[in-house]
């Protein structure tokens, strides 16, 4: 049985932990504000581009467009979006999990975040490239991702881009989610997807009054090919935002649940702490007692 | 009449103004109230506005611009005022292009560092104008 001295030293490196968990938790519940509030941020772009877009396609043949375009060769690349850092749940393997139930063997694969690209490289699948992002992530951070993943597409390497992430339901709950990126299907272009929950309900202006008398300058052709490639970094920009706010909301509840495990814990060894302590003590007085009697 | 500027990372801004000239992709578009409804690319460079006599500059990246109900919108990558901009960082940016479009040879990389080079230089454009040296 442990003796008072160790029990007081456990209590205490408990104590210890319980406060870095508990200032974890605080930081992670922050940081998924702030990713929220950047979500929503991003909102009217996202109206105005639909709505651009939405008009588009009505005037011209958007599905000339070589990013809208099916292609029946070339493989699958997958854009992979993790955490940096550990201590968030059960977030990473899940969606890892997912990827390699979903996503074949020969798909070549682009990490963003460090926990993903380790997990690939000891399966040994094929990595094209990793990319780091910033906490808070911004949108120039995410650009060069979705202008590398168009280059290669449409350079014809790959056939298909996909997009592995973690969607942000609620506080308590994500969702590990595979979105295709490219190619775009024109009936979805436009319309609001169904990972853009997060930062509210705002409601869509772009359903308002169709405008179809627009002006296009230089051409419609021209735009287009200016719209597609924003809307395409804006979807990934989203994405990333997605996966920033489950990691940090995962994180919160991880940390929730460790401080409160410290806290029972600190409970526990407190009343056995105590038990002894009293053992102790009626040894010792049990033991003067009969050397008293014996003295007598 | 209302300009917005959005970038997907927030609402840049938004107010009425009187007039605006915006850097598109065909030479600067005038716009004044009651436009016809017109989209039209954007070209990195300065856009300027009047608001009650007062002239106000902002340097902008690519993207579009769109009109429509006395509404001017303005979507791109880059949206920063004057006193935004951080004038050594710029000018190592620029220095940085320069260098990459002597060096690189594939067309497409030629094209990013060019992009690259004229959005650094509307931001500086946009920061001397209001303080000249």
Same mark, same amino acid.
């Given at each position: ?14 104590? @210890? ?11 992670? #519940? %922050? ?24 008009? *588009? ?33 059960? *977030?990473?393997? @899940?969606? $890892? ?30 990595? *094209? ?28 390497? +790959? ?7 973690? @969607? ?36 869509? =202006? /772009? ?6 008398? +627009? ?18 970094? +804006? ?5 990333? !935002? ?7 909301? =995962? ?5 929730? #649940? ?10 526990? !060894? ?15 007085? $049990? ?6 009697? #014996?003295?007598? | ?32 109230? %009651? ?11 300065? *856009?300027? +506005? ?6 106000? %500059?902002? #340097? ?28 050594? =960082? ?6 940085? /292009? ?36």
């Amino acid at each position: 049985m442990a003796n008072l001295r160790d029990i007081r030293r456990r209590i205490k490196s408990v104590k @210890n932990t319980a406060q870095i968990t508990k200032a974890m938790q605080l930081v992670a #519940a %922050s940081k998924m504000k702030k990713a929220q509030d950047q979500a929503t941020a991003g909102r009217s772009y996202a109206d105005l581009l639909n709505k651009v877009l939405n008009n *588009l396609k009505e005037q011209t043949s958007a599905e000339d467009h070589p990013l809208l375009r099916e292609k029946s060769e070339g493989g699958d690349l997958v854009i992979l979006i993790t955490t940096d850092k550990g201590l968030c749940g059960p *977030l990473n393997t @899940n969606l $890892l999990r997912l990827v390699t139930e979903k996503v074949s063997k020969d798909a070549t694969f682009i990490t963003i975040g460090s926990k993903g690209r380790q997990a690939m490289a000891r399966l040994k699948r094929n990595i *094209l490239a990793d990319f780091t992002v910033k906490d808070p992530v911004s949108f120039a951070e995410t650009k060069p991702v979705s202008e590398f993943v168009m280059e290669r597409f449409l350079a014809g390497d +790959y056939g298909r881009v996909q997009v592995a992430f973690t @969607n942000f339901v609620n506080t308590i709950r994500q969702e590990p989610h595979i979105e295709t990126l490219l190619p775009i299907s024109p009936i979805e272009l436009g319309k609001k997807k169904g990972f853009e929950g997060m930062g509210g309900d705002a409601s869509h =202006a /772009a359903e308002g009054p169709g405008y179809s008398g +627009y002006l296009f300058e230089p051409t419609t052709r021209e735009v287009l090919d200016t719209v597609v490639p924003q809307y395409v970094g +804006y979807q990934l920009y989203q994405m990333v !935002l997605e996966s920033r706010a489950s990691e940090h909301s =995962a994180r919160m509840v991880a940390m929730k #649940a460790a401080t409160d495990n410290a806290k029972q814990m600190i409970k526990d !060894l407190t009343l056995e702490y105590n038990k002894q302590r009293q053992a102790s003590i009626t040894a010792e007085l $049990l033991e003067i007692t009969t050397a008293m009697r #014996a003295l007598e | 009449m209302r300009l917005d500027i959005v970038t997907p990372e927030k609402l840049a801004f938004s107010d009425e103004i009187d007039s605006v000239v915006v850097p598109g992709g065909e030479g600067e578009l005038g716009i004044l109230p %009651s436009h016809a409804p017109i989209v039209s690319t954007l070209a990195p460079g300065e *856009l300027r +506005y009047m608001k009650g006599g007062q002239e106000t %500059s902002l #340097a902008i990246g690519t993207g579009i611009v769109e009109v429509s109900h006395d509404r001017v919108s303005v979507l791109t990558d880059m949206a920063l005022g004057a006193e935004e901009v951080d004038e050594s =960082a710029v000018e190592k940016a620029i220095e940085a /292009a320069k260098k990459a479009m002597t060096e690189k040879l594939l067309p497409e990389e030629t094209a990013a560092a060019q992009l690259a080079l004229q959005k650094s230089l509307a931001q500086l454009h946009v920061k001397r104008r209001k303080h000249p040296h």
